[in-house]
């Protein structure tokens, strides 16, 4: 199958558009929510709260005996804000850090839910079979209803977010300033980890629990490569959470044996990749350029310099002087390569058996550097 035909699928083929649709859905919630837990620092915060949605899977079918999506998402609802409780009580009356309260909300819960899972399992009652999908997700098995849930719900997380943008927008960046302005830090706080846990019980189905979190830090940590400014990277972040699902979900119908939530988090991992690599001011790739490209500015200014040095010792300040001259001064390695510049430039041009001298502009030039030298230094 070549990339036309994998892309028509999105049209022709009913399977592939819904997957593409519901998996397209979930990124850009989780891409928007996720981008304030990554500008809060509470990346950790996904994490938990997904792996505390299991034991809600298990507890929502155990009770009703029903494994209709809708009742096993708001099971995973429920213990998702228990969770959410337990960790709030947790940081707020003992000395126990955030870190470490995440830590003890994801293990204890993803511990009850595996616990209940194994229980379930060697239960004679065959209607569980398939709940333990909940663990890495099933997105292939995503129906019509339950994308228009996850777009339904969804959209109320991100209509919530429009409203009261502002005050979230305060609330990552400086909670304390929102506090002497009589905001309700503590009820904005947990309502926004709240609509981080719907995000994440909208992707139960998808991605499951354990790769949820890639979900919800990814898209924000590649988004925060390429921008500054909030609101470009909260649009960004529902793109690159779209792109993921989307290419997850092609890659995915290639052939038998890919499953879709794992390729999911791949496609979304790709893409962090690319951006700390290639995201211009902070990418890697980027940065590298940028000291190679000042460090060879700082050579040729000093060879320039070095120049301009030796000739303000003769009557003539644009005589020549030997190549083996700059090298004892300045050193030989990339001597070369910055006279070569210079000449570029026009800076400087060069005479008979490799002697180089200042022109009149390159003269003009080391003057200005040097009063620029001598100020910075009398500062």
């Not at 969804?154 to 005050?167: H, N, P, S, T, Y």
């Amino acid at each position: 199958m070549n990339w036309w035909d994998l892309l028509t699928s999105l049209v022709t083929d009913h399977t592939v558009r819904t997957v593409a649709l519901g998996t397209a859905t979930l990124g850009a919630v989780s891409g928007v929510l996720g981008a304030f837990a990554v500008l809060r620092r509470q990346s950790l915060l996904g994490d938990a709260l997904s792996h505390a949605a299991l034991p809600g899977v298990a507890l929502a079918y155990m009770l009703t005996g029903a494994k209709t999506p809708l009742v096993l998402m708001l099971g995973a609802g429920l213990t998702g804000f228990l969770a959410i409780g337990l960790f709030f009580i947790i940081t707020r009356n003992t000395r126990i850090k955030e870190d470490a309260s995440l830590g003890i909300v994801l293990s204890s819960f993803f511990g009850v839910g595996l616990l209940l899972l194994t229980f379930l399992q060697r239960n004679p009652d065959a209607r569980q079979a398939g709940l333990n999908t909940f663990l890495f997700g099933q997105a292939a098995a995503l129906l019509t209803r339950d994308v228009v849930t996850m777009a339904v719900f969804g959209g109320l997380a991100l209509l919530v977010v429009a409203l009261l943008w502002k005050e979230f927008k305060l609330l990552s960046f400086d909670k304390d300033f929102g506090s002497s302005l009589g905001l309700p830090t503590r009820g904005l706080d947990l309502l926004l980890t709240s609509l981080l846990v719907v995000a994440i019980v909208l992707g139960l189905q998808a991605v499951g629990v354990v790769l949820m979190s890639a979900m919800i830090v990814a898209p924000g940590a590649a988004a925060r490569q390429w921008t500054d400014d909030l609101a470009r990277m909260a649009l960004l972040s529902a793109f690159f959470g779209a792109l993921a699902g989307v290419s997850g979900a092609l890659i995915s119908s290639l052939g038998s044996g890919l499953s879709t939530g794992p390729v999911i988090v791949l496609c979304a991992s790709a893409i962090v990749l690319f951006s700390l690599l290639l995201a211009p001011n902070r990418g890697l790739a980027w940065n590298a350029w940028r000291n190679w490209r000042n460090r060879n500015r700082l050579r040729t200014e000093a060879v320039l310099l070095d120049l301009y040095r030796m000739s303000a010792q003769h009557s003539d300040p644009t005589e020549p002087h030997p190549v083996s001259a700059l090298a004892a001064v300045t050193g030989a390695a990339a001597l070369r390569r910055s006279l070569q510049t210079l000449q570029t430039r026009g800076l400087v041009r060069p005479g008979q058996n490799n002697w180089w001298a200042l022109t009149t502009q390159g003269l003009a030039e080391a003057q200005r550097m040097e009063a620029a030298l001598a100020h910075k230094e009398a500062q």
